[in-house]
């Protein structure tokens, strides 16, 4: 029986920087039956522009959004932070704007939009992805994966049915790695402390791979872990997910914000 079709969301800072991440979804998925499209009109979700409060800018984001994903099953995403843009700040914007054929667009798309764990373990209905990646890791919790989106557990249970994983609880795992797209920008002192807390606690773990399921917050840990030059790779969860164990893993050290 065939599977669902699911248009890969692949995210402007993925497309950009990290293409390993979709290119690992849409491995994942295909290997789970679906049948996987990546509609080449769609473009950045219009966070930067809503986090800032340039929301008339954000508007065509918005609009090339529906237009893009309107006709799939399924939009996913990997990435919780983007998700969570397009589910909790296209409404607002949409209301804003006060056009009710937008609403219903938006609210028509929004409704499909889901971030890979959840896609995997709500629609799918599986955990365990017949991935094998023999390594110990440690799992950070992105605050828009945890908060907005509000992934839960489905990530931490989908590693801990990794074959060969070895998964190690992250202390403070709920406290934010100090990223926050233009926070990082704007309080650039805080935002380095904050992520020299969150290093320390995934030091202090003495796992090989930090793994979260957005690569803009391992970008900023991945940058200062680089600096110190401990031996700790960040890794998407998708990336580890796809991993199999006929196959090697042959980007690990720039396969989520490894450089900087």
Not at 197 to 209: F, G, M, P, Q, S
């Amino acid at each position: 029986m065939a599977g669902p079709t699911v248009a890969l969301f692949a995210t402007c800072v993925n497309d950009t920087m990290f293409p390993e991440t979709p290119k690992a979804t849409l491995r994942l998925l295909e290997r789970l039956g679906c049948t996987v499209e990546f509609p080449l009109q769609q473009s950045c979700c219009g966070q930067p522009f809503t986090n800032t409060g340039y929301y008339a800018e954000a508007m065509g984001s918005v609009r090339n959004f529906v237009d893009t994903f309107a006709d799939y099953d399924y939009v996913v995403g990997p990435s919780g932070s983007c998700v969570g843009s397009v589910r909790d700040q296209h409404p607002l914007l949409a209301h804003e704007r006060g056009d009710a054929a937008l609403r219903d667009g938006v609210a028509k798309v929004v409704a499909k939009t889901l971030d890979l764990s959840e896609f995997l373990v709500d629609v799918l209905g599986v955990t365990d992805v017949g991935a094998y990646f023999p390594h110990t890791v440690t799992y950070h919790s992105t605050c828009h994966s945890l908060r907005v989106t509000k992934v839960g557990d489905r990530p931490y249970r989908l590693l801990q049915a990794v074959k060969g994983l070895t998964l190690v609880d992250l202390p403070g795992n709920r406290e934010c790695c100090g990223f926050g797209g233009t926070f990082a920008v704007k309080n650039p002192d805080v935002s380095v402390a904050m992520g020299a807390d969150k290093v320390r606690a995934i030091l202090d773990t003495r796992a090989e791979y930090v793994v979260a399921g957005d690569n803009s917050c391992l970008l900023h840990i991945g940058g200062l872990l680089s600096r110190m030059r401990v031996g700790v790779t960040p890794i998407h969860l998708a990336e580890v997910l796809a991993h199999t164990e006929d196959a090697a893993l042959e980007t690990a050290p720039a396969a989520s914000g490894g450089a900087a």
